[in-house]
């Protein structure tokens, strides 16, 4: 159709089919090229990192590391240094809460997070405050679901120390200006971190243009595997910053009167890491890459601009969110509850995602419970809309 979308990419993925697997948002599904990488690494690539005297171990050390300069040139870090392999966008989170947050911040302080934010960007920051005696403020949204920026512009003070964003809404698919709140939260002296899920799989990314201090994404949004994600943060915060767990390859030398530590990344990554997952992320990287985030980001913007078209058709179905969302459709049908919703399209094939999506503050400011949430992929394609819009009109109908 004209308004379907361009990528043809749905063989690529064992775990697709003739499924119409609408909940990306939550974790996409894998190219056979990961699921092969990764069977390589458990496989005859198999051996463990730095540790090693024998040729194997050398050369997935090689692998380890060349994917640590492959994500730095992903998102257009300064230097490998900058890249920290963490378990996900949640322990991204948690360590810069505790490693920098919970050092810096004293009684006084401010935070300052959005009404959107997934659970994952608030409650570490909460745990930070109350360790710290610092106060969160929120900013509020724009009528369409974005994180209002001026707003942001009028509430900020010196007292904020630090700002935490999501670059793409997870539940409204709004799209942040990242360049102007860190220009807003440098202007104060602010850091700003950047909770960048839902970006990193449908936007090109740079950090340095962006001009942020912090990004956190996990691998599984941007088809890799899970128990795999990504920490940047400009050097000097990283190499200013405490160890956030102890054991093996954190240290420099070990004593039992004294430890000292190793530089960054290596101070944060203790312990044998997620060396398959690693590999697994370098090969969605490639994936991605070759496909290219313009076509990703036009081909599910399309996408998401025929559903909502034809939702908006519907007097008893409300959609949620800015009509340039990204990838991600949230929607309400009059009178049904979201897991209802979501049952009915199930039955007929359609797998969508129903609930609050780990974001109750920004259901509470919706008037909502919970929503039903439509999410793309770049393997989507306008016959998965189509399902989409073919079930909900049965969910009218049922509960017509
Ligand atoms: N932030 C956003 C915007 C997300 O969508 C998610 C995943 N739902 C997270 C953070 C947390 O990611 P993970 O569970 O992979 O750590």
Not at 229 to 247: F, S
Not at 269 to 282: D, K, R, Y
Not at 341 to 356: N, S
Request: with cysteine; proline share 4%; charged share 20%.
């Amino acid at each position: 159709g004209s308004s379907g979308g361009g990528l043809r990419l749905r063989d690529d993925f064992p775990g697709v089919g003739d499924w119409h697997y609408l909940d990306s948002a939550a974790t996409a599904q894998k190219p056979q090229a990961v699921i092969d990488a990764i069977a390589r690494a458990y496989g005859p690539d198999y051996a463990t990192v730095h540790r090693g005297v024998y040729e194997r171990s050398a050369n997935m050390t090689l692998a380890y590391e060349a994917a640590r300069r492959k994500v730095a040139g992903f998102i257009g870090a300064a230097c490998d240094a900058e890249i920290v392999y963490v378990r996900g966008a949640t322990e991204g989170i948690n360590l810069v809460a505790q490693c920098w947050a919970a050092e810096q911040l004293k009684a006084g302080d401010r935070i300052l997070l959005s009404m959107l934010e997934h659970h994952s960007n608030i409650v570490p920051w909460q745990m930070a405050a109350e360790k710290t005696g610092a106060q969160i403020d929120v900013v509020p949204l724009t009528m369409d679901g974005k994180i209002d920026l001026d707003a942001m512009q009028a509430m900020i003070r010196p007292e904020h120390r630090l700002v935490a964003l999501a670059h793409v809404s997870n539940v409204l698919g709004s799209v942040l200006d990242v360049r102007r709140a860190a220009d807003i939260a440098h202007a104060v002296g602010a850091k700003i971190l950047i909770d960048g899920c839902q970006a990193v799989p449908r936007l090109a990314v740079d950090v340095r243009a962006l001009d942020c201090d912090f990004y956190v994404f996990s691998a599984h949004k941007l088809y890799g595997p899970t128990g795999i994600g990504i920490l940047w943060a400009r050097r000097e915060l990283l190499d200013a910053m405490p160890p956030y767990q102890g054991g093996g390859s954190m240290i420099d030398k070990v004593t039992f009167e004294k430890t000292t530590y190793a530089p960054a990344p290596t101070r944060f990554e203790a312990g044998t890491p997620h060396i398959v997952g690693v590999v697994g992320l370098s090969a969605a990287i490639d994936y991605v890459q070759a496909v290219g985030l313009e076509a990703i980001h036009a081909h599910e913007c399309a996408l998401v601009g025929r559903a909502r078209a034809a939702l908006e058709t519907m007097n008893s179905v409300r959609a949620f969110g800015p009509d340039d969302s990204a990838g991600i459709l949230s929607f309400e049908v009059e009178g049904v509850h979201p897991h209802d919703v979501g049952t009915i399209l199930d039955e007929t094939g359609v797998a969508i995602r129903a609930g609050h999506h780990c974001a109750q503050p920004l259901m509470r400011h919706l008037g909502v419970e919970a929503t039903a949430r439509a999410s793309f992929g770049l393997y989507s394609d306008e016959s998965d809309v189509d399902a989409l819009v073919r079930g909900i009109e049965r969910v009218r109908k049922i509960f017509g």
